[in-house]
């Protein structure tokens, strides 16, 4: 039979044949909170103890009058223990219930103390599973972290509630200070809650650092593999490489032994180069001293533009519609230092031209090769004034005729080529593009590098040479208003004598030209399905490591080519160091 009666002096516990088990000689008062309760003098067994305080509730084993063995100690404020006492102390193993945090441990404890080995679980769902010391943890543990999208975990030494010693953490989602994500492992030394000392960090994307770290950054000695396949191996500081290169350096060679017995162009962003005749490309990595960084692996990209010119249409809703049609199509045009944007040209290393194939300067510009018109207009013989008119009309209409008869051809011209120009097309050799380089030791190299012949409607060739022939009809529709603008007054029969004989030389000269023009033209044409049309080109190196190390790209640089035809000397040193090619 059990006795509850909640007051300070009296007794609520077991009884033994209708008596106390154990009867006070003294009235029972409150002691402290830690002190032994001399209540049951002498007595064990089960029993309820209410402390004057009211803070306190005791229910639980008593021996000798301690709390002692298997009870629960109850507070105000919800908080509340249960489990082993000793002699009056919490003391073994329990579970305390902290009702202002909400957390919830499970363990040894020491005198009242979280010590020894327990479980602390946390409101959040946070959970530690270690040692303790003196209500803190230390030593050995496992802490696990719960966020909003993922958790963190940490294994290894604590030191007075910091990671201290040898450890690991596998890192949450969310993206630190540090830089560290969701995914990311870090293996090594801890010093404070802090990385400090040797350590592996494996992080999330594959890139691997491995040295000295402080202050929770690298910092010294260390090794970065980088998951783009760039590699440094240094110092750092503050979690970057100590020198970092900043941009790109061309330097080129255009493998011409007479073009370099001249002497170097002022303007180094512009060279020289030929067509048959390959040239070398190198890059360097600098940082903003010039001076030459060794990075290891940095992919890098060569590519060659030529000038952008812009959709001619004489309709503009027609040229609207092609600026859309040539967006989806088209590369996006690049921005140059020069003035003037560019899109993409091929470009080779996959190119063996013998000696033979090379073209000759002289034999481009020599009119005597060339076709002429023996046929000359005839000369007029008559003075009198009558004849002189007839032969001036008779003139101005072979003039004419001889203007539209040009006109003509070269439309019909025009139209025979368009046949031949399209089976062409696909005559044109294709050849494979330049792969991107990686550095080594902050170099990277491309040799025998040729301009392919221009593929099939290569757009910019199209414009630009639309835009020359609107320029020279605009011209010649000029110089026809200058010609049939009428003259002042009656002319002399002089002044008729001498402008026929200047519009029969006119003519004369104009029918050569144009035929030279044309011989010209059908032979630069040959030459083009073998070789890169005559012109400027640029060449651009730029940094396309991916993903970017350390999230930063290096500046590209460029450089500005002219293609030109090989000098008449370069094939005759050519044909003397290979006597036993064919003539």
């Given at each position: 039979m059990e006795l509850k009666l909640f007051r300070s002096n009296t007794y609520a516990g077991e009884k033994f044949r209708d008596k106390r088990n154990a009867r006070p000689l003294r009235q029972i008062s409150e002691r402290k909170e830690h002190s032994v309760n001399p209540f049951p003098k002498r007595g064990s067994g089960h029993g309820i103890y209410q402390y004057e305080n009211k803070y306190?509730?005791?229910?639980?084993?008593?021996?000798?009058?301690?709390?002692?063995?298997?009870?629960?100690?109850?507070?105000?404020?919800?908080?509340?223990?249960?489990?082993?006492?000793?002699?009056?102390?919490?003391?073994?193993?329990?579970?305390?219930?902290?009702?202002?945090?909400?957390?919830k441990y499970t363990g040894q404890f020491v005198k009242g103390e979280l010590h020894g080995r327990g479980t602390m679980v946390y409101t959040d769902g946070s959970m530690y599973e270690g040692e303790w010391?003196?209500?803190?943890?230390?030593?050995?543990?496992?802490?696990?972290?719960?966020?909003?999208?993922?958790?963190?975990?940490?294994?290894?030494?604590?030191?007075?509630?910091?990671?201290?010693?040898?450890?690991?953490?596998?890192?949450?989602?969310?993206?630190?200070?540090?830089?560290?994500?969701?995914?990311?492992?870090?293996?090594?030394?801890?010093?404070?809650?802090?990385?400090?000392?040797?350590?592996?960090?494996?992080?999330?994307?594959?890139s691997v650092y491995e040295g000295n770290f402080q202050g929770d950054s690298f910092s010294g000695r260390g090794v970065m593999h980088h998951i783009s396949g760039l590699i440094y191996d240094g110092l750092w500081v503050n979690g970057f490489p100590e020198i970092m290169a900043t941009k790109l350096k061309i330097s080129f060679d255009n493998n011409s032994e007479i073009d370099k017995k001249k002497k170097s162009p002022k303007d180094k962003t512009k060279v020289s180069i030929f067509q048959g005749i390959g040239?070398?490309?190198?890059?360097?990595?600098?940082?903003?001293?010039?001076?030459?960084?060794?990075?290891?692996?940095?992919?890098?990209?060569?590519?060659?533009?030529?000038?952008?010119?812009?959709?001619?249409?004489?309709?503009e809703k027609e040229d609207a519609l092609f600026d859309m049609i040539e967006d989806d199509v088209e590369e996006k045009p690049i921005e140059t230092p020069f003035g003037y944007s560019v899109v993409p040209y091929p470009i080779t290393d996959q190119i063996n031209f013998s000696v033979e194939d090379i073209p000759d300067d002289d034999e481009q510009d020599d009119p005597s090769k060339?076709?002429?018109?023996?046929?000359?207009?005839?000369?007029?013989?008559?003075?009198d004034e009558s004849s002189d008119e007839k032969q001036e009309n008779t003139e101005n209409d072979k003039e004419e005729n001889s203007e539209e008869k040009d006109e003509e051809d070269k439309a019909e011209g025009d139209e025979n080529d368009e046949s031949p120009d399209m089976e062409k097309e696909n005559t044109v050799p294709q050849f494979p593009p330049i792969t991107t380089l990686r550095t080594k030791d902050g170099l990277c190299k491309w040799d025998d590098l040729h301009l392919t012949p221009a593929p099939p409607k290569y757009r910019p060739f199209e414009r630009m040479e639309e835009q020359e022939r609107l320029k020279s009809q605009s011209k010649n529709r000029s110089r026809s208003k200058e010609l049939s603008t009428p003259s002042m007054g009656r002319p002399s029969v002089s002044d008729i004598r001498e402008q026929g004989s200047r519009r029969r030389s006119s003519i004369k000269n104009t029918t050569h030209s144009s035929m030279f023009d044309k011989f010209r033209m059908k032979k630069q044409k040959a030459l083009e399905e073998k070789f890169a049309k005559l012109g400027e080109y640029v060449l651009i190196v730029e940094d396309v490591t991916n993903p970017p190390f350390m999230n930063r790209r290096l500046e590209p640089d460029f450089l500005l080519m002219k293609l030109k035809q090989p000098p008449k000397e370069f094939k005759r040193e050519s044909k003397k160091d290979h006597p036993g090619s064919r003539k």
């Open positions: 306190f509730r005791y229910e639980g084993q008593w021996r000798n009058g301690t709390k002692h063995g298997h009870g629960k100690l109850q507070m105000a404020d919800g908080s509340y223990y249960e489990g082993t006492f000793s002699n009056g102390e919490i003391d073994g193993k329990g579970m305390r219930f902290f009702s202002q945090t909400g957390s010391y003196r209500n803190r943890k230390h030593g050995y543990g496992i802490m696990k972290t719960l966020g909003s999208n993922s958790s963190e975990v940490y294994e290894g030494s604590y030191d007075k509630n910091m990671k201290h010693g040898v450890g690991t953490m596998m890192y949450a989602k969310k993206i630190r200070s540090d830089g560290c994500r969701n995914g990311d492992r870090y293996e090594g030394m801890w010093v404070n809650d802090m990385r400090e000392g040797r350590g592996i960090l494996y992080s999330n994307d594959g040239f070398t490309v190198s890059v360097e990595c600098l940082n903003e001293s010039n001076r030459v960084i060794l990075d290891q692996g940095r992919e890098i990209r060569l590519t060659v533009g030529f000038r952008y010119y812009p959709p001619v249409s004489d309709n060339s076709p002429t018109d023996p046929s000359q207009g005839p000369t007029a013989e008559s003075g």
